[in-house]
């Protein structure tokens, strides 16, 4: 079965300061992966998606994910970070091959500190 | 509309009763999810639907829980005989045609007390 692990709960950063939000994957087949943000009181938000190409991938915000399939890791990047980044932010991964669904993470809570 | 829209935002219910939670998607979007999120947790895979039928409802977790997109555009989730344990955030999302970039509603917060 497909999987994705946080293994930190909450990560703190001082604004300005570079961020990473961490990100394991298990898979069968190619992996599909993807991050979401999710701020109070507000729906998850799409991010990024790593589906093929560069290992290197841009998204919303800023912020962008390097696939590393030898550590099998997907982790989030940002090089500066500001107070308004503070949310939580989940890590996903397609579920089964040609499913359309997705299985999340538990979730990482940024605190960017001003 | 602009987003996907949930209602209601929050629903307080006894235990044992019924309760439907309303998602309206972004309007042209065919491909439309049920996702519940627990405390502390990610969003668990409840039901998608590809236009009116349900493509798949694996997550469903028991045969109290039902779905139904009749149009093809409004959805309902249905709980019956409602558990304490089905208190959670109930998310909405819906896409184009069933690819990643879904788009989430804010959820409906269920606390069944």
């Known amino acids: 079965a497909q999987s994705v692990a946080q293994p930190e709960d909450q990560v703190n950063v001082a604004e300005g300061n570079p961020l990473t939000v961490k990100c394991t994957y298990s898979v069968s087949g190619n992996p599909y992966l993807f991050w979401y943000v999710q701020y109070p009181n507000r729906g998850l938000q799409f991010l990024l998606k790593y589906i093929t190409g560069d290992n290197l991938v841009k998204g919303s915000y800023g912020f962008e994910a390097e696939f590393n399939k030898s550590q099998t890791s997907f982790h989030l990047k940002k090089p500066s970070a500001l107070v308004s980044d503070s949310a939580l932010y989940f890590c996903?991964?397609?579920?089964?091959?040609?499913?359309?669904?997705?299985?999340f993470g538990t979730g990482t809570r940024l605190t960017v500190i001003p | 509309g602009a987003g996907v829209s949930q209602t209601p935002s929050n629903k307080v219910t006894e235990k044992g009763k019924y309760v439907e939670l309303r998602c309206d998607p972004i309007s042209g979007h065919t491909a439309l999810y049920w996702y519940r999120q627990s405390l502390g947790q990610g969003p668990e895979f409840l039901i998608y639907?590809?236009?009116?039928?349900?493509?798949?409802d694996s997550g469903l977790p028991n045969d109290r829980f039902f779905a139904v997109r009749p149009e093809g555009s409004v959805s309902t989730l249905k709980i019956q005989r409602t558990e304490r344990g089905d208190s959670a955030v109930y998310l909405c999302a819906s896409s184009p045609t069933g690819g990643y970039g879904y788009t989430f509603g804010s959820g409906t917060r269920l606390t069944v007390v």
């Open positions: 639907f590809q236009g009116t039928g349900a493509a798949d």
């Open positions: 996903a991964v397609r579920d089964t091959p040609g499913a359309n669904n997705l299985f």
